[in-house]
C-alpha cells in the first residue's frame, strides 16, 4: 500500500530523505512505499527544495479535524473535533 495516499498499492520504493542531499542509500528507515503519481509529486517537491505533503495528510477529515498529525490544531487536542475548539459562537 502506498505510504503516500493510502489508497493505492505501493510499486516504487522512495527515499524519504533523497540520496543527493545525504540520505542514506539502503537504510529501510530512509525508504517508503509509495505509488507513481506519490512518487512523482514527492520527487518534484524534493527538487523545488519543498517539504512533500503526502496525500493523506491534506485538507481535514468529516469532523473538521487537520490529517496531518503534525499539524498544530491536531497538536494542541489530538481528540477534540476542531470546531468545537473554535468556542461557542452563538448562544441559543
Ligand atoms: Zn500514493
Redesign the pocket.
Known sequence: M?Q??ET?PATEVDHITPIGKGGAPRDRANLQS??K??HVSKTHADKARRTWTP?KYRGCDEQGNPRNPSHPWAVQSPDRPFLDRLGPTKKS
Do not use: E
Open positions: 502506498c503516500g495516499c493505492a509509495l505509488c503519481p506519490c496525500p
